[in-house]
């Protein structure tokens, strides 16, 4: 057969068409493996780190704590099968049979081996600041470890369960030396940017788990892209499930949606601004703000407002009246703000990012609002970086935040309402209200449920006096899921980002 | 050879200036990337944590010190490690360039397969149905944002359709198939842009030839009409082709970004975007300085081009 110019073409346009036409649209799912849609490429596993979301999801697959969350968000022992405190500052952790990724047995040793490298001086560990309130670390036996804290400390276990606190084997997790967890998955592969494989870890403590032998977890940065490979099928879960694309998640009966009201968006001051100083013109504007607006522009409808401090609906410490001390009213607002001296308004310039729509959209409604007032805002809209920057040193005069509490216990609220602690882009700025501070303290210090409840309660009026802080709206976080998969749960409030701990008991069909 | 020589040199001055403006531009915007890496999510870090982190990662030393590190690692081959998982620059770079120069490829091989016979045809019979039809059809192409045509594809092919995946990335070595089905859609999108874009070009000059003297001569010599369009009007068409291409190409390099986010695809331009919202500055600079130097590199090939299509550019 003689190759002419014509023939070459044809077969050269076909097999430019091939890739159209006649592969199939993706890869045939293994029986046991699970493809999860994160946000973002972990920009670090680094054990005791928070890096975010995605890292925390992946860390939670690998590594275990000495306590956790179960699914419907209770506190539960990990590592430790049981644990009590004394009445000398300690509290003991009897530890459960389990073993490293190295064949290695978890003791104590491993676990004082932890919380020394979280408490070390020039530790980058995200709980450092609590872990340096340890006093002594005992170690009777190999399956006891004995915490000693320099203060009464009732919080010590909602610590322990935080998922930047993995114990890991003696002498790995620093420079050089990997963290060797005990998790349910352990990591198989990494594709630098794209992907990172965990398979099952066949001596994980728990009988039966974990289900899946695959966990492939793959980058969607764009969350279009990612709500698209969810409807197509290319994967089984995401996360960060956009709230324009929750009613369609919904609608689809292939789909799963599971959400819960965890992250908040809120306004942070900086107290070296005159008027921001006077806490009748803060509470002025916690009133001048139409939450509902919020709720309905920035996150079509999926949130609820928020008018007092951020203590989930359905826990312990919850209080409906005190949640929604700030309602609008702009009469009130007017008035505060003519006591404070500011009859007329002012100007100012409000922080947030154009990089998420929903802080620079919270914005625009804000200064919308306040301009009601008289309040003359001006947006600033650097990029996220700029915008982390410029919160840290207190270069601002309020701010946009969005963020989620440690656990869905009031302590795990004190570095983003707390401002008498060291600045940060999380809380306001030089902006102390020692109440508040001492508050805090002695809710950490209470064992008793119900006084400490009563010190929340009195917290909570402290804030709306004082608004250190002003809540805008709870924001509704949802994964989405393909209707083949169960035992993944959406853990409740604050806990939200913890729902990785679930993916042990996961399968899919 | 000289001026090969020359052409060199000036090339490497280039990229040392792109290379340190890179340098003080990114260090001088805000942002700190211990900063950023600690406070994922809009959480509080501790101070102490960051400035830990910052000694760490050596963020603590005089500008001029980073510099002048940076420098000496560039001249020794070593581009340093990623300030949020310590991996190496280099290794990422390896990684993501094959990718993104495959994608290119793929586009302009689509895009070089349409542009340039349509451009031709339509180049030699103005005012015809290819020509209105084409006039039209890229001019849709050229304004349509690509991040649209993007997402078009991936509602019709994948979700609608379900011939392909709605995005991601298949090593060849675990299916060539998967591999290729990953590559055809941001390669098209790319393509249908790029390709009525080389349309135009063609056409225009094609046009352009087609009516100059020696063509009309040709003619009159009664020179077959095939010989005088491969021969002398084509010949003589391409250079403006070339370089609109040659250009476009080195652009796509660090500039295909939207593609890479609507498909997912794990290209360069993803990484860059992504290294400069961490402040990671040994990934910009790395990437910036590959990029500079494929660009150049392009550049160069392109005069060497011209040289070898007119004979009238060699030895000026």
Not at chain 2, 179 to 193: K, Q, S, V
């Amino acid at each position: 057969m003689r190759l002419v110019r014509r023939s070459f073409l044809a077969g050269a346009a076909a097999g430019a068409a091939l890739p159209f036409l006649s592969i199939p649209g993706r890869a045939a799912a293994k029986p046991g493996t699970l493809v999860f849609g994160l946000s973002s490429y972990p920009p670090s596993l680094l054990p005791w780190v928070q890096a975010g979301t995605a890292a925390g999801t992946v860390n939670l697959c690998v590594h275990r704590g000495l306590t956790s969350y179960a699914p419907d968000g209770t506190l539960r022992g990990e590592l430790a099968e049981k644990f009590d405190h004394d009445d000398k500052n300690g509290w003991t952790f009897h530890l459960r049979k389990a073993v490293f990724h190295d064949g290695s047995p978890v003791t104590s040793a491993d676990v004082k081996w932890t919380l020394e490298q979280v408490a070390a001086a020039g530790s980058t560990a995200y709980m450092a600041p609590q872990f340096r309130g340890v006093a002594a670390i005992e170690t009777p036996d190999a399956a006891t470890v004995r915490i000693v804290m320099k203060e009464p400390t009732a919080t010590l276990p909602l610590w322990l369960a935080q998922y930047e606190m993995p114990i890991v084997a003696h002498g790995t997790g620093i420079a050089g030396k990997p963290a060797i967890g005990c998790g349910p998955f352990t990591i198989a592969a990494q594709d630098h940017g794209v992907s990172v494989t965990l398979k099952a870890f066949p001596h994980f403590y728990r009988p039966g788990l974990p289900k899946l032998e695959t966990l492939r977890m793959v980058a969607y940065a764009d969350e279009t892209a990612r709500v698209a490979a969810l409807r197509t099928g290319d994967v089984d879960i995401i996360e960060y499930v956009p709230w324009n694309a929750m009613a369609a998640i919904e609608a689809n009966p292939k789909l799963a949606l599971q959400t819960t009201n965890g992250p908040f968006m809120y306004l942070t001051f900086n107290g070296s601004f005159k008027p921001f100083a006077d806490a009748r013109v803060r509470r002025a504007i916690a009133l001048g703000v139409k939450r509902e607006d919020i709720v309905k522009a920035v996150f079509f409808g999926r949130g609820s407002p928020l008018g007092g401090m951020p203590i989930p609906p359905g826990t312990p410490f919850y209080d409906a009246k005190l949640a929604n001390g700030w309602t609008y009213d702009p009469t009130e607002a007017k008035k505060l703000l003519a006591e404070a001296g500011y009859a007329q308004g002012f100007s100012c310039t409000l922080l947030a990012t154009a990089q998420y729509s929903m802080h620079m959209q919270t914005a625009v409604l804000v200064q919308q609002n306040l301009a009601a007032l008289g309040i003359q805002v001006q947006l600033a809209l650097p990029d996220w970086a700029t915008r982390v920057a410029l919160g840290n040193r207190g270069q601002y005069q309020f701010a946009v935040g969005g963020t989620s509490a440690d656990s869905n216990d009031p302590d795990g609220l004190s570095a983003i309402i707390d401002s008498s602690l060291a600045p940060s882009v999380a809380r306001s700025y030089d902006l102390p209200v020692p109440k508040i501070a001492a508050l805090f303290a002695q809710g950490r210090a209470e064992f008793d449920p119900a006084k400490r409840r009563a010190i929340y309660d009195q917290l909570q009026r402290v804030l709306l006096a004082e608004a250190p802080m002003v809540s805008l709206a709870w924001r509704s976080q949802g994964y989405g899921l393909s209707r083949k998969v169960s035992g993944f749960y959406d853990m409740p409030g604050a806990l939200t980002f913890f729902s990785g701990t679930t993916l042990e008991q996961t399968s899919i069909a | 050879m000289a001026w090969v020589l020359r052409r060199i040199g000036a090339s490497l001055l280039l990229v040392w200036v792109v290379v340190t403006v890179v340098f003080m531009a990114i260090h001088l915007v805000p942002g700190d990337p211990a900063e950023l890496l600690l406070s994922q999510g809009g959480s509080a870090p501790d101070p102490a944590a960051v400035a830990a982190l910052r000694g760490q990662l050596g963020l603590d030393r005089p500008l001029l010190a980073q510099y002048g590190s940076d420098l000496v690692g560039l001249l020794h081959g070593d581009l340093g490690l990623s300030l949020q998982d310590q991996s190496p620059v280099a290794a990422d770079i390896a990684q993501r360039l094959p990718r993104t120069i495959e994608l290119l490829c793929a586009a302009s091989i689509l895009a070089l397969g349409f542009g340039v016979p349509l451009g031709t045809l339509a180049g030699i019979a103005p005012g015809g149905m290819l020509d209105r039809a084409g006039a039209a059809v890229s001019a849709l192409l050229l304004s349509v944002p690509v991040f649209v045509v993007g997402t078009l594809l991936v509602l019709v092919f994948a979700e609608q359709l379900g011939w392909a995946d709605a995005g991601g990335f298949v090593p060849i070595d675990r299916s060539l198939a998967g591999h290729f089905a990953h590559l055809a859609m941001p390669a098209l999108t790319i393509a249908l842009g790029l390709g009525a874009m080389l349309y135009r070009i063609t056409r225009a000059a094609v046009l352009d030839v087609a009516l100059r003297d020696y063509v009309r001569t040709a003619r009159a010599k009664g020179v077959a009409p095939r010989r005088i369009l491969w021969r002398h009007v084509l010949r003589n068409a391409l250079s403006p082709v070339v370089t609109v291409f040659g250009l476009q190409f080195g652009a796509l390099i660090g500039g295909t970004v939207l593609v890479e986010y609507v498909f997912n695809y794990p290209g360069l331009s993803g990484l860059l975007v992504d290294a400069v919202n961490a402040r990671d500055y040994p990934l910009v600079q790395g990437i910036v300085l590959v990029i500079s130097v494929l660009f150049v590199a392009i550049n160069l090939t392109l005069d060497l081009l011209y040289a070898a299509l007119d004979p009238r550019v060699r030895g000026r």
